[in-house]
């Protein structure tokens, strides 16, 4: 007789210590590729306990603020080693906690590691001006300095790059950190947690805790210890945040996105098609940047959506685990039930459903939640399917007669995170990187994917105007300017 799995019971990471909730509940992680997997249990803090946690990264920060670059540093490699070293497992973990291939996986660590190296070497680059001074004898300069207590709230799709390029610049700069994985995929945040206590980060400096969005996320947000919150998740969720937040207190907010790509006439079709299949379907099409909108002009419409088709179809879809599978699941059923209540939208709304948009059943399909890729055309650009985010596998092609109503077409949404364009025609590139509405800007490249140090983030509903995340301008997130004037004659 098959003996059940013992599934383990995981602790909050609070103070350095590993500490269970007095609340005495826990939540399951479920495997969304099968549903009889338990990943583990996890606690459900109490709002002392995120009081406690805050308490504990408050007390600690100064003296991680005093270390040296290099101290700093060698934390943040030891980091980016252990993971490489652990690649393998976290990608498998990542797969069996999330859902994407482990291709996708796999990619998601590698980056995680390649992060914590960039920002190590950014611990040493923390820095000032210094200023021409109108008084004699005076030298005036310019300090960077971390900013505090650092609140980290994040979403289920890259539950360990998106913290990662959040948390390394943070603690690259002397921050200490209070984070809150998203509750569909706890394990892989505390898993980062457990890495860099190993990786020597010193107690307290971190703190991992997981439970109720509205308690532990909350207080996270409104408590007075909290100088900066940088959050990644739906539009909906970043603005009740910053609404909450105190007026003393700094936010990063990165949002959603409902992105486009643009298929000119002069196009390299097979290329437009890859980049599409890429964008849209790609991690089941749980991208902030993924492609939600083909719009494409009339000339090559046909064609493009004929080789679009026969690219789609031979997507194989399954558990992320098995080799050869190309799209895994998608995150729970309610993630489901939203893509599947979007694709009968889009028919009520008058669009063709050319293309999927099932949901798959029979044998190991029906221990998951996995969905069809759904290719729609006939959309007229003010149905719901080509404005609001679904945040799942479904295109909608839109047909524009020329570039000029393309562009209009593609800023007419409220959201301005990626868009791409697939032309050969330089000239129209470069006034697209102008005119589009979108903090990241693609050409002849799928919406999804940026160099890592490269700034990102969107503008619109997709980004607070405030800071960029990623890259070297990361830093000035999470570091706070104070200037300087000294007389050195007395
Ligand atoms: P979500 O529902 O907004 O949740 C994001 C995080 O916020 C989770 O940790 C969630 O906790 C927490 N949260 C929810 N309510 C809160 C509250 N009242 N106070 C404090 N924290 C709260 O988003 P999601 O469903 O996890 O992720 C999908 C969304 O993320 C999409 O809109 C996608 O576009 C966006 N996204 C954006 C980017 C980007 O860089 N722009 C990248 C990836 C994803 P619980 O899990 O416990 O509810």
């Given at each position: 007789m098959v003996q059940p799995q013992k599934v383990k019971t995981y602790k909050n990471l609070i103070g350095g210590r590993?500490?269970?909730?007095?609340?005495?509940?826990t939540f399951a992680s479920v495997n969304p590729a099968d549903t009889s997997e338990v990943l583990g249990h996890f606690q459900q803090a109490t709002l002392e306990e995120t009081q406690q946690a805050i308490e504990t990264a408050r007390v600690s920060q100064p003296a991680w603020a005093e270390a040296t670059p290099a101290k700093r540093a060698e934390v943040l490699y030891r980091a980016a080693h252990l993971i490489e070293e652990k690649t393998s497992?976290?990608?498998?973990?990542?797969t069996r906690e999330e859902g994407k291939t482990l291709a996708e996986s796999t990619g998601e660590v590698k980056r995680a590691a390649a992060n914590f190296r960039f920002y190590a070497g950014q611990a040493y680059l923390v820095s000032g001006e210094t200023l021409p001074s109108d008084e004699l004898s005076t030298f005036v300069y310019t300090l960077r300095q971390p900013l505090g207590v650092v609140s980290v709230i994040t979403p289920w799709n890259f539950p360990l790059t998106i913290p990662v390029r959040k948390i390394a610049p943070a603690l690259a700069a002397g921050n200490s950190i209070v984070y809150k994985p998203a509750s569909l995929t706890p394990l892989m945040g505390l898993r980062l947690g457990e890495i860099l206590l190993e990786a020597g980060l010193p107690e307290g400096v971190i703190n991992v805790v997981t439970g109720p969005a509205s308690i532990v996320g909350d207080e996270m947000v409104t408590n007075p210890s909290i100088s900066a919150i940088t959050f990644t998740g739906s539009y909906q969720v970043g603005d009740l945040l910053q609404h909450k937040a105190l007026t003393?207190?700094?936010?990063?907010?990165?949002m959603g996105g409902k992105n486009p790509i643009i298929v000119l006439e002069d196009a390299n079709l097979d290329l437009a098609v890859s980049c599409t299949v890429q964008g849209a379907f790609g991690l089941s099409g749980q991208a902030c940047t993924g492609t939600s909108r083909a719009i494409v002009i009339k000339k090559v419409l046909d064609q493009f959506t004929d080789k679009l088709i026969e690219a789609t179809r031979q997507i194989s879809i399954g558990n992320g685990l098995t080799k050869g599978i190309k799209m895994g699941p998608v995150a729970d059923t309610q993630q489901e039930k939203t893509i599947l209540d979007y694709i009968e939208i889009g028919k009520e709304e008058g669009a063709e459903l050319l293309y999927g948009g099932r949901k798959l059943k029979g044998n190991s399909y029906d221990r998951g939640f996995f969905v069809e890729p759904a290719i729609f055309t006939h959309v007229r650009p003010n149905m719901r399917i080509a404005q609001e985010e679904i945040f799942g596998p479904v295109l909608a092609i839109i047909e524009a007669a020329d570039f000029d109503e393309a562009i209009t077409v593609a800023n007419d949404v409220e959201y301005g995170?990626?868009?791409?364009?697939?032309?050969?025609d330089l000239g129209r590139a470069e006034r697209f990187a102008r005119l589009i509405e979108a903090g990241m800007v693609k050409v002849n490249q799928p919406t999804t994917g940026v160099a890592l140090n490269a700034p990102f983030g969107g503008t619109k509903k997709s980004s607070t105007e405030t800071y960029r995340e990623q890259g070297r301008i990361a830093m000035e997130f999470f570091t706070r300017l104070k200037t300087v004037?000294?007389?050195y004659e007395s």
């Open positions: 590993w500490v269970e909730s007095s609340s005495g509940k497992e976290l990608a498998e973990t990542l003393t207190c700094r936010t990063q907010l990165e995170l990626s868009a791409s364009i697939c032309t050969r004037s000294l007389r």
